[in-house]
């Protein structure tokens, strides 16, 4: 009964601590395009609308492989829970 109660605890406790990696993670994804497509507005702003465009489809690029990424760290990690 009580190792019951203890796994169920320390299930809690990973569940929890995955789930402040996987935001905290997000969050870094999000400030770091958002940072990006505010230097590309101010590019664009200026008049130098190639390189922004440039910039643009590469931030484009590397945001959809990071969420990729994430996605697939996610999968793996409620996979390793068992579906609980």
């Not at 935001?23 to 609308?49: F, M, N, Q, T, V």
């Not at 922004?52 to 945001?63: D, E, P, Q, R, W």
């Amino acid at each position: 009964m009580i190792a019951a109660l203890l796994a169920r605890a320390a299930q809690f406790q990973a569940a929890w601590y995955y789930s402040l990696l996987l935001s905290a993670i997000l969050l870094l994804i999000l400030l770091g395009i958002g940072y990006s497509l505010a230097g590309i507005r101010r590019l664009w702003r200026e008049g130098e609308h190639g390189p922004a465009a440039v910039l643009a489809g590469a931030i484009a690029i590397a945001f959809l492989a990071f969420v990729g990424m994430y996605a697939v760290m996610a999968g793996g990690l409620f996979s390793l829970g068992g579906g609980s």
